[in-house]
Antibody
Framework: QVQLVESGGGLVKPGGSLRLSCSASGFTLSDFYMSWIRQAPGKGLEWVSYISSGSADTYYADSVKGRFTISRDNAKNSLDLQINSLRVDDTAVYYC?????????WGQGALVTVSS | EIVLTQSPGTLSLSPGERATLSCRASQTVSSNYLAWYQQKPGQAPRLLIYGASNRATGIPDRFSGSGSGTDFTLTITRLEPEDFAVYFCQHYVSTPFTFGPGTKVDI
């Protein structure tokens, strides 16, 4: 059974940094693109970033470009999102998902709250 | 960037009724690269439909998707109590992949 488990969320001050991690199981991570999608409280969904199976192809939403870095370690079955220069409007639940088109498999989400 | 607009914002119906949700794109969604999701409070979205009309694995046949070009529809025949939720459409034509703002189906 596919499982995606996020960790690393929490409360951070504006300007701070955070690293989200996603542990993947039940499938061969190296076979798939992986993505992060976020949802601000009570709001819609935003595709934040994706990374190809070999890490050569990455995408970042304009709203996070230059501040977020996606990476993966296929050997460790993990996906990371390094978030720097956090802003209040980065407050959201961050979902680790498999794929980069439509999404069948989602993690449970990690809440990142940016507040002073 | 393809902007998706969903209507209505809220749909108030009763169990057993039919729900018709609309998703309109600002540009043609080529290859019908459009998906629909259901989301309940505190849960991750659940994929219902991909390719505009293909039901995802495990999705009951009361859910159906249709449309092409810029106009797409999600239909739920005979609403069940567990279908009351928020529904989002999403395109995956090219980046940025965007989502509609959602339609809430409530009692």
């Amino acid at each position: 059974q596919v499982q995606l488990v996020e960790s690393g969320g929490g409360l951070v001050k504006p300007g701070g940094s955070l690293r989200l991690s996603c542990s993947a199981s039940g499938f061969t991570l190296s076979d798939f693109y992986m993505s992060w999608i976020r949802q601000a409280p009570g709001k819609g969904l935003e595709w934040v970033s994706y990374i190809s199976s070999g890490s050569a192809d990455t995408y970042y939403a304009d709203s996070v470009k230059g501040r977020f870095t996606i990476s993966r370690d296929n050997a460790k079955n993990s996906l990371d999102l390094q978030i720097n220069s956090l802003r209040v409007d980065d407050t959201a639940v961050y979902y680790c998902v498999r794929g980069h088109s439509y999404v069948y498999w989602w993690g449970q989400g990690a809440l990142v709250t940016v507040s002073s | 960037e393809i902007v998706l607009t969903q209507s209505p914002g809220t749909l108030s119906l009763s169990p057993g009724e039919r729900a018709t949700l609309s998703c309109r794109a600002s540009q043609t969604v080529s290859s019908n690269y459009l998906a629909w999701y259901q989301q309940k409070p505190g849960q991750a979205p659940r994929l219902l439909i991909y390719g505009a009309s293909n039901r995802a694995t495990g999705i009951p046949d009361r859910f159906s998707g249709s449309g092409s070009g810029t106009d797409f529809t999600l239909t739920i025949t005979r609403l069940e109590p567990e279908d009351f939720a928020v529904y989002f459409c999403q395109h995956y034509v090219s980046t940025p992949f965007t989502f509609g703002p959602g339609t809430k189906v409530d009692i």
